[in-house]
């Protein structure tokens, strides 16, 4: 009881250290500013070394937060995804640098025209670590239920797996996958974390038993050897692995013998332990705090997560912001250059469209997103939201307040609210920053009447993203009606919604591309996102980690890694 | 005796099963649930009908009473549950995480009485010397100032000095006692505050007695004096106030373990209280109350040992 009620007053003292950043404006900037001269921006994948590889050693990995449930479509969660993305393979895996897809554990595949069969010939010496082959019954069983889900197990289907029927084994090297509409994003699909290839034993067994990592058995180069729950993971390299991604060849086993990945949720001691040399990789590194891993000969490394970037959505079921112009005037009022130049180092480029500029399809609208506080005025002036003595804007009485909830995954983003706040406030308009239980929160973002915004981000490298992001039964992060939300009353956009599904099942990739422009379009026009970053996930490694590998959503691959410490 | 022990566990029995209900209703009455934290989560991108025949297969919308029941007879029978965010049975975890805080409590508790005996023993000694006497009021002032550190940010000077500038011992990748050790030690200090201020008011009063004063006279050194006569007979009063320190050191390990990365029961409530994870959360309060109670009760039945009055004073009313 006592340890339940002194909870509060714990999180109270932990909220007040997210203060931190602000207070440290100017001496952030002289480290981003550092940051220039030695960051690697972008789509950053190291150089091979040319020191003599060492092999056999244990690396050290703190993480900011425990794994949950490692069913692999849970995989989107960055932790889950930087143990399944050592455990599991995948069908097809998708280049870094030209995001085209690969073979893998498929050998080669063939798409009949409508893009509604696909075939998968398999490599025919792959196994899992319980010793089960990697077959075409095997691969079948894993779409069948990211396809479908099973509902009796409680495992819920993939996000990136559209318009699913069923599957066929032709022989035991070659499935067969059957869609009930064209699914132009599969065969990407296949080489997402989500989409890990794991035993069938695994695959009949609750969601409950997927949260300990010692089941979770997939045929990647590492095993999980221990699992502490909320503590620490250890994975052990496979001995007999000999069929990593042609991107990473030599294609033999793992060069480190083990990865021991630590829970350390507090930033300073994560930061202030690799920096004292007690780990070799941290993950979540905030901007204020690279340049003292530069500064100390360490690396940094800011992979782009890709997709769409971390943007305040609305949500126009709500009437304050069911105005076009309203949406539009806060666009403006947003001065994001300020935010990244504030709070964020030159790892956070600004946002040029709802979808990162390394995401297929990709358009620039920096044009349409600039800072213009006079024209946003003018626009909540004509739409009825008229200036107060008291510094805010009213209509018919009612205040123009708005309530947005911080979101943790994101970096910064309490710090990143505040600052939005001052620079609304400077035209009349409150930002309400909440927080609350877990539980609370999504209670909260399910009504547009509590939080007419959202902080919305999503990692994939396929145009599919969007739907993922948008669609009604999908994320909907603008809470369209149909979704999980019951407290929607009227609010949906038809031709946005016939845009996104026409991305996911458009079979000509030209054609396909050019709608995924239209949705841009549309979301932009319609003022429905205000993107403020490309988000990356920025990690630090020790300087004798070698041949760090990111994947193409910046989750991080330890398969060629090596470690040259005495 | 017997029957008055047995009052007694029928009384503890009592507490028991008020605190779980008390929590069940508590946890009933914030918003939403653990299936709710897990399965509405939009990365897994659920529909609503999925969500609903999750929250079925659950019981998550069954009445309140319907699922006291369930989860009363459940426990009576000895089963904690699974929880609902790790999917691992409950015991599975406690047995797990109980070792970490017990080894917390074990050297936070005698660092804490350590560090109180050493208060006191300068105090009293550093008393009886004209100019020592400025340096004991300051000693004295010592447990006043650190019940006021938060205890979160000792930990941090401490990991910060300790362990990143002078490396003397890692924070991370250690198990065991050595892991214990430096959360233990910080912890210690401002836990140790109470205890530290009950035993030197307790010194200071057996100082005064007739009996010291003979001793005295007949020549014994002060220090045996301390050690001999005035310590052990301090010691009954700094005890009774450990049950209020078992209550420190259960929440202070709250703070400790997430500061440290420990992975104890604090961590576990914590964990818990996040995702409302109900099933593990009413079993820590169970041990909790479960440690409370049998402290109270231990140190009830050892006061007579250590103190021959106390018992005899119990006899003498109730007779």
Same mark, same amino acid.
């Given at each position: 009881?006592?340890?339940?009620?002194?909870?509060?007053?714990?999180?109270?003292?932990?909220?007040?250290?997210?203060?931190?950043?602000?207070?440290?404006?100017?001496?952030?900037?002289?480290?981003?500013?550092?940051?220039?001269?030695?960051?690697?921006?972008?789509?950053?994948?190291?150089?091979?070394?040319?020191?003599?590889?060492?092999?056999?050693?244990?690396?050290?990995?703190?993480?900011?937060?425990?794994?949950?449930?490692?069913?692999?479509?849970?995989?989107?969660?960055?932790?889950?995804?930087?143990?399944?993305?050592?455990?599991?393979?995948?069908?097809?895996?998708?280049?870094?640098?030209?995001?085209?897809?690969?073979?893998?554990?498929?050998?080669?595949?063939?798409?009949?025209?409508?893009?509604?069969?696909?075939?998968?010939?398999?490599?025919?010496?792959?196994?899992?670590?319980?010793?089960?082959?990697?077959?075409?019954?095997?691969?079948?069983?894993?779409?069948?239920?990211?396809?479908?889900?099973?509902?009796?197990?409680?495992?819920?289907?993939?996000?990136?797996?559209?318009?699913?029927?069923?599957?066929?084994?032709?022989?035991?090297?070659?499935?067969?996958?059957?869609?009930?509409?064209?699914?132009?994003?599969?065969?990407?699909?296949?080489?997402?974390?989500?989409?890990?290839?794991?035993?069938?034993?695994?695959?009949?067994?609750?969601?409950?038993?997927?949260?300990?990592?010692?089941?979770?058995?997939?045929?990647?180069?590492?095993?999980?050897?221990?699992?502490?729950?909320?503590?620490?993971?250890?994975?052990?390299?496979?001995?007999?692995?000999?069929?990593?991604?042609?991107?990473?060849?030599?294609?033999?086993?793992?060069?480190?013998?083990?990865?021991?990945?630590?829970?350390?949720?507090?930033?300073?001691?994560?930061?202030?332990?690799?920096?004292?040399?007690?780990?070799?990789?941290?993950?979540?590194?905030?901007?204020?705090?690279?340049?003292?891993?530069?500064?100390?000969?360490?690396?940094?490394?800011?992979?782009?997560?890709?997709?769409?970037?971390?943007?305040?959505?609305?949500?126009?079921?709500?009437?304050?912001?069911?105005?076009?112009?309203?949406?539009?005037?806060?666009?403006?009022?947003?001065?994001?250059?300020?935010?990244?130049?504030?709070?964020?180092?030159?790892?956070?480029?600004?946002?040029?469209?709802?979808?990162?500029?390394?995401?297929?399809?990709?358009?620039?609208?920096?044009?349409?997103?600039?800072?213009?506080?006079?024209?946003?005025?003018?626009?909540?002036?004509?739409?009825?939201?008229?200036?107060?003595?008291?510094?805010?804007?009213?209509?018919?009485?009612?205040?123009?307040?708005?309530?947005?909830?911080?979101?943790?995954?994101?970096?910064?983003?309490?710090?990143?609210?505040?600052?939005?706040?001052?620079?609304?406030?400077?035209?009349?308009?409150?930002?309400?920053?909440?927080?609350?239980?877990?539980?609370?929160?999504?209670?909260?973002?399910?009504?547009?009447?509590?939080?007419?915004?959202?902080?919305?981000?999503?990692?994939?490298?396929?145009?599919?993203?969007?739907?993922?992001?948008?669609?009604?039964?999908?994320?909907?992060?603008?809470?369209?009606?149909?979704?999980?939300?019951?407290?929607?009353?009227?609010?949906?956009?038809?031709?946005?919604?016939?845009?996104?599904?026409?991305?996911?099942?458009?079979?000509?990739?030209?054609?396909?591309?050019?709608?995924?422009?239209?949705?841009?379009?549309?979301?932009?026009?319609?003022?429905?996102?205000?993107?403020?970053?490309?988000?990356?996930?920025?990690?630090?490694?020790?300087?004798?980690?070698?041949?760090?590998?990111?994947?193409?959503?910046?989750?991080?691959?330890?398969?060629?890694?090596?470690?040259?410490?005495? | 005796?017997?029957?008055?022990?047995?009052?007694?566990?029928?009384?503890?029995?009592?507490?028991?099963?008020?605190?779980?209900?008390?929590?069940?209703?508590?946890?009933?009455?914030?918003?939403?649930?653990?299936?709710?934290?897990?399965?509405?989560?939009?990365?897994?991108?659920?529909?609503?009908?999925?969500?609903?025949?999750?929250?079925?297969?659950?019981?998550?919308?069954?009445?309140?009473?319907?699922?006291?029941?369930?989860?009363?007879?459940?426990?009576?029978?000895?089963?904690?549950?699974?929880?609902?965010?790790?999917?691992?049975?409950?015991?599975?975890?406690?047995?797990?995480?109980?070792?970490?805080?017990?080894?917390?409590?074990? $050297?936070?508790?005698? +660092?804490?009485? !350590?560090?109180?005996?050493?208060?006191? =023993? &300068? %105090? /009293?000694?550093? @008393?009886?010397?004209?100019?020592?006497?400025?340096?004991?009021?300051?000693?004295?002032?010592?447990?006043?100032?650190?019940?006021?550190?938060?205890?979160?940010?000792?930990?941090?000077?401490?990991?910060?000095?300790?362990?990143?500038?002078?490396?003397?011992?890692?924070? $991370?990748?250690?198990? +065991?006692?050595? !892991?214990?050790?430096?959360?233990?030690? =910080? &912890? %210690? /200090?401002?836990? @140790?505050?109470?205890?530290?201020?009950?035993?030197?008011?307790?010194?200071?009063?057996?100082?005064?007695?007739?009996?010291?004063?003979?001793?005295?006279?007949?020549?014994?050194?002060?220090?045996?004096?301390?050690?001999?006569?005035?310590?052990?007979?301090?010691?009954?009063?700094?005890?009774?106030?450990?049950?209020?320190?078992?209550?420190?050191?259960? =929440?202070? %390990?709250?703070?400790?373990?997430?500061?440290?990365?420990?992975?104890?029961?604090?961590?576990?409530?914590?964990?818990?209280?996040?995702?409302?994870?109900?099933?593990?959360?009413?079993?820590?309060?169970?041990?909790?109350?479960?440690?409370?109670?049998?402290?109270?009760?231990?140190?009830?039945?050892?006061?007579?040992?250590?103190?021959?009055?106390?018992?005899?004073?119990?006899?003498?009313?109730?007779?």
């Amino acid at each position: 009881m006592k340890a339940a009620i002194t909870t509060p007053a714990w999180a109270t003292l932990f909220k007040t250290m997210d203060y931190m950043p602000l207070l440290r404006h100017s001496f952030c900037a002289t480290l981003a500013v550092s940051a220039l001269f030695v960051g690697n921006v972008g789509g950053y994948t190291p150089p091979l070394s040319a020191a003599p590889v060492q092999q056999g050693r244990t690396l050290l990995y703190l993480e900011k937060q425990a794994h949950k449930s490692l069913y692999p479509p849970a995989g989107g969660f960055y932790p889950n995804g930087g143990i399944l993305a050592q455990v599991t393979d995948r069908l097809t895996w998708q280049n870094t640098q030209t995001l085209r897809v690969e073979p893998w554990i498929a050998t080669s595949w063939q798409i009949n025209a409508d893009n509604t069969v696909y075939t998968f010939t398999l490599r025919p010496d792959v196994t899992f670590s319980d010793g089960t082959p990697v077959d075409a019954a095997a691969v079948a069983l894993n779409f069948d239920t990211y396809g479908k889900g099973n509902k009796a197990l409680h495992l819920p289907p993939s996000e990136v797996i559209n318009n699913y029927d069923h599957s066929e084994v032709l022989d035991p090297h070659t499935v067969r996958f059957y869609f009930s509409k064209p699914a132009p994003g599969f065969l990407q699909g296949t080489s997402v974390i989500g989409s890990g290839l794991v035993s069938p034993h695994l695959l009949h067994k609750p969601l409950e038993q997927w949260g300990d990592g010692r089941n979770i058995i997939g045929s990647g180069p590492f095993v999980v050897q221990d699992d502490v729950p909320g503590k620490s993971i250890t994975l052990r390299a496979r001995p007999d692995y000999t069929w990593g991604p042609p991107e990473l060849a030599p294609q033999g086993p793992a060069r480190l013998d083990a990865i021991r990945i630590l829970v350390v949720p507090e930033d300073s001691i994560r930061i202030g332990a690799f920096l004292s040399g007690q780990a070799d990789f941290i993950r979540e590194v905030e901007a204020y705090d690279e340049g003292q891993i530069t500064r100390s000969g360490n690396r940094l490394y800011a992979p782009s997560t890709r997709g769409v970037n971390d943007s305040v959505v609305f949500r126009p079921d709500n009437d304050k912001v069911a105005d076009r112009r309203v949406r539009l005037a806060l666009l403006r009022a947003t001065d994001r250059e300020e935010i990244l130049r504030t709070l964020f180092s030159p790892h956070y480029p600004l946002a040029r469209s709802i979808l990162a500029s390394d995401t297929q399809g990709f358009q620039d609208h920096s044009a349409e997103l600039g800072y213009d506080p006079e024209q946003a005025r003018h626009l909540l002036d004509e739409a009825g939201w008229l200036q107060h003595p008291d510094g805010w804007r009213y209509r018919n009485g009612q205040i123009l307040s708005l309530g947005i909830h911080v979101s943790a995954p994101h970096p910064q983003s309490r710090s990143m609210l505040v600052l939005l706040a001052q620079q609304w406030r400077k035209v009349g308009v409150r930002l309400d920053i909440l927080t609350g239980s877990p539980a609370m929160v999504v209670l909260d973002d399910l009504d547009p009447h509590t939080t007419p915004l959202y902080q919305a981000e999503v990692g994939r490298a396929d145009p599919d993203v969007l739907k993922s992001a948008y669609y009604p039964t999908n994320r909907n992060v603008l809470l369209q009606k149909g979704g999980q939300s019951q407290h929607v009353a009227h609010f949906t956009d038809p031709e946005c919604n016939r845009l996104l599904l026409a991305v996911a099942s458009e079979t000509d990739p030209k054609r396909r591309l050019e709608l995924v422009a239209d949705v841009q379009n549309a979301i932009l026009t319609n003022a429905y996102s205000i993107p403020i970053f490309e988000e990356p996930q920025v990690f630090a490694g020790a300087a004798h980690v070698h041949d760090m590998h990111f994947e193409a959503v910046g989750r991080p691959v330890f398969y060629r890694t090596w470690l040259d410490q005495p | 005796m017997i029957r008055y022990l047995f009052t007694r566990f029928l009384h503890a029995l009592f507490v028991l099963w008020g605190a779980f209900t008390l929590s069940f209703v508590l946890l009933q009455v914030m918003p939403g649930d653990a299936v709710l934290v897990k399965f509405q989560d939009p990365e897994l991108g659920l529909s609503p009908q999925q969500i609903a025949d999750m929250r079925a297969t659950y019981g998550a919308d069954e009445s309140a009473i319907t699922q006291y029941a369930h989860v009363l007879g459940r426990t009576l029978h000895g089963n904690l549950g699974y929880s609902i965010e790790t999917g691992l049975p409950v015991g599975q975890m406690l047995h797990a995480a109980y070792p970490t805080t017990l080894r917390l409590a074990i $050297v936070s508790f005698t +660092g804490a009485l !350590a560090f109180a005996a050493i208060c006191c =023993a &300068l %105090a /009293i000694l550093l @008393s009886g010397n004209p100019v020592g006497r400025y340096l004991a009021a300051a000693i004295g002032a010592i447990p006043g100032i650190t019940s006021g550190i938060p205890v979160f940010w000792l930990e941090i000077v401490a990991i910060q000095l300790v362990s990143f500038h002078w490396k003397l011992i890692p924070v $991370v990748g250690l198990s +065991g006692w050595s !892991a214990v050790l430096l959360p233990g030690l =910080a &912890l %210690a /200090i401002p836990i @140790s505050a109470p205890l530290a201020q009950v035993f030197m008011a307790a010194a200071h009063r057996v100082e005064a007695l007739p009996f010291i004063d003979v001793l005295r006279a007949r020549g014994v050194s002060p220090l045996r004096i301390l050690y001999a006569h005035i310590l052990p007979n301090a010691l009954p009063p700094t005890l009774t106030v450990s049950g209020l320190v078992f209550g420190e050191i259960l =929440a202070g %390990a709250v703070v400790t373990e997430t500061v440290f990365g420990l992975d104890g029961l604090g961590q576990l409530a914590q964990q818990a209280v996040a995702s409302q994870d109900v099933a593990v959360l009413q079993a820590i309060i169970l041990i909790s109350v479960s440690g409370f109670v049998s402290i109270g009760f231990a140190s009830e039945i050892i006061q007579p040992l250590l103190d021959p009055r106390i018992g005899r004073s119990a006899r003498q009313r109730k007779y």
